[in-house]
């Protein structure tokens, strides 16, 4: 059985290095950071603006033994953009920063006005995927979602990992790509 519960500050570490690993081969992160040091160095700072306040609000979930997380943003959090666009102008190369930018405008433009839960991130180790686990959490983050009435909102960086969503009722809203950047997939999911 799958063991799933609240990350504690004492789990923010572990939590974002299993993110971390999941997102080692993920299109739109490889794009934004290609050397290998400087994804390493910068993702997790980007991840911790991105999706850090989950681990404050309650609303960062992890597999027992850390084999996944899942970062969510309950309404009215948001993302530290202004940490995020520092990193980004920091790390990010040059010839692509503008790039970047006009995929996080798209982004906006989809994001819901109305109350929503967003997941910015959710990963699973490599060595872990396979056993269900990404549906675990999914299930278990989705429950304050149904009770509460409320809309889930996420942009899935990787095609592969649609399915998955459209199994627990997110739906394709449509396709956010600038320049040389790989798309991303923004769903929405109703409450059930």
């Given at each position: 059985m799958t063991?799933?519960?609240?990350?504690?500050?004492?789990?923010?570490?572990?939590?974002?290095?299993?993110?971390?690993?999941?997102f080692g081969a993920d299109p739109?992160?490889?794009?934004?950071?290609?050397?290998?040091?400087?994804?390493?160095?910068?993702?997790?700072?980007?991840?911790?603006?991105?999706?850090?306040?989950?681990?404050?609000?309650?609303?960062?979930?992890?597999?027992?033994g850390y084999a996944g997380a899942a970062l969510w943003l309950p309404p009215g959090i948001e993302p530290d953009e202004d940490t995020m666009m520092s990193i980004l102008q920091g790390t990010v190369p040059k010839e692509i920063l503008e790039d970047v930018f006009a995929v996080l405008e798209?982004?906006?433009?989809?994001?819901?006005?109305?109350?929503?839960?967003?997941?910015?991130?959710?990963?699973?180790?490599?060595?872990?995927?396979?056993?269900?686990?990404?549906?675990?959490?999914?299930?278990h983050a989705l429950i304050p979602c149904d009770r509460d009435g409320g809309l889930a909102y996420l942009e899935s960086t990787n095609p592969k990992n649609i399915p998955l969503y459209e199994r627990h009722g997110f739906e394709l809203l449509g396709t956010i790509q600038a320049g040389t950047s790989p798309p991303l997939f923004p769903m929405l999911r109703k409450p059930r």
């Amino acid at each position: 059985m799958t063991i799933i519960k609240t990350a504690t500050a004492a789990d923010e570490a572990a939590a974002i290095d299993a993110i971390v690993l999941a997102f080692g081969a993920d299109p739109a992160a490889r794009w934004s950071w290609r050397d290998p040091h400087q994804y390493l160095a910068s993702f997790p700072r980007f991840m911790k603006a991105f999706g850090g306040k989950a681990f404050s609000n309650g609303s960062a979930y992890i597999i027992d033994g850390y084999a996944g997380a899942a970062l969510w943003l309950p309404p009215g959090i948001e993302p530290d953009e202004d940490t995020m666009m520092s990193i980004l102008q920091g790390t990010v190369p040059k010839e692509i920063l503008e790039d970047v930018f006009a995929v996080l405008e798209q982004m906006g433009r989809y994001h819901p006005n109305e109350p929503h839960w967003y997941l910015p991130l959710m990963g699973v180790d490599p060595i872990q995927q396979g056993k269900g686990f990404g549906s675990a959490l999914m299930q278990h983050a989705l429950i304050p979602c149904d009770r509460d009435g409320g809309l889930a909102y996420l942009e899935s960086t990787n095609p592969k990992n649609i399915p998955l969503y459209e199994r627990h009722g997110f739906e394709l809203l449509g396709t956010i790509q600038a320049g040389t950047s790989p798309p991303l997939f923004p769903m929405l999911r109703k409450p059930r």
